[in-house]
T-cell receptor
């Protein structure tokens, strides 16, 4: 069966510091992968998606970037965090017809 | 522009009764709709989906209804259980944008024992 991992689970970072969040998927090959953010009291906003190694599409211009160095690895990064980057970050993979399955998430607090 | 809207931020229901969560959309190109359930500090869990060629899909206690003319879908939970207390998100996709999902802002369901 497929599983999706995210780490770290929680992170507190100062403004201006770098960021690296990692997502890995097991039990499937060449999955479509997604990064979402849920800000406090808001819905899920799609940030990036990837259909393969090295292929990244950005949905919202922002302070973040994504990379896919391996088939089942998806990384979310920032060179300098802003206060507005705080939120709950979710990685997902596509399965079935068009269902997306989410990881456990990373709670990021920027101080 | 919020293409998927969940106008009720919260809902409270007695255990054993029916919970009805509503969702409206504006993009007529959407052809696939999904419901997710989310507990605090966890990722959303896929519940049920429906294609635009159908008007109803049922899975156990969960039924999703789609009214394309009204651009409205709803999730019915019968009977409601305390463990159903969570935030519910509806989501939609259209074939022209690939498999990207557009999410609503969520409805918090509280099931009272």
């Amino acid at each position: 069966s497929q599983t999706i991992h995210q780490w770290p689970a929680t992170l507190v970072q100062p403004v201006g510091s770098p960021l690296s969040l990692e997502c890995t998927v097991e039990g499937t090959s060449n999955p479509n992968l997604y990064w979402y953010r849920q800000a406090a009291g808001r819905g899920l906003q799609l940030l990036f998606y990837s259909v393969g190694i090295g292929q990244i599409s950005s949905e919202v211009p922002q302070n973040l970037s994504a990379s896919r160095p391996q088939d089942r690895q998806f990384i979310l990064s920032s060179k300098k965090l802003l206060l507005s980057d705080s939120g709950f970050y979710l990685c997902a993979w596509r399965g079935g017809y068009n269902e997306q399955f989410f990881g456990p998430g990373t709670r990021l607090t920027v101080l | 522009d919020q293409q998927v809207k969940q106008n009720s931020p919260s809902l409270s229901v007695q255990e054993g009764r029916i919970s009805i969560l509503n969702c409206d959309y504006t993009n007529s190109m959407f052809d696939y709709f999904l419901w997710y359930k989310k507990y605090p500090a966890e990722g959303p869990t896929f519940l049920i989906s429906i294609s635009s060629i159908k008007d109803k899909n049922e899975d156990g206690r969960f039924t999703v209804f789609l009214n394309k003319s009204a651009k409205h879908l709803s999730l019915h939970i019968v009977p409601s259980q305390p463990g159903d207390s969570a935030v519910y998100f509806c989501a939609a996709s259209d074939g022209s944008s690939g498999d990207k999902l557009t999410f609503g802002t969520g409805t918090r369901l509280a099931v009272r024992p």
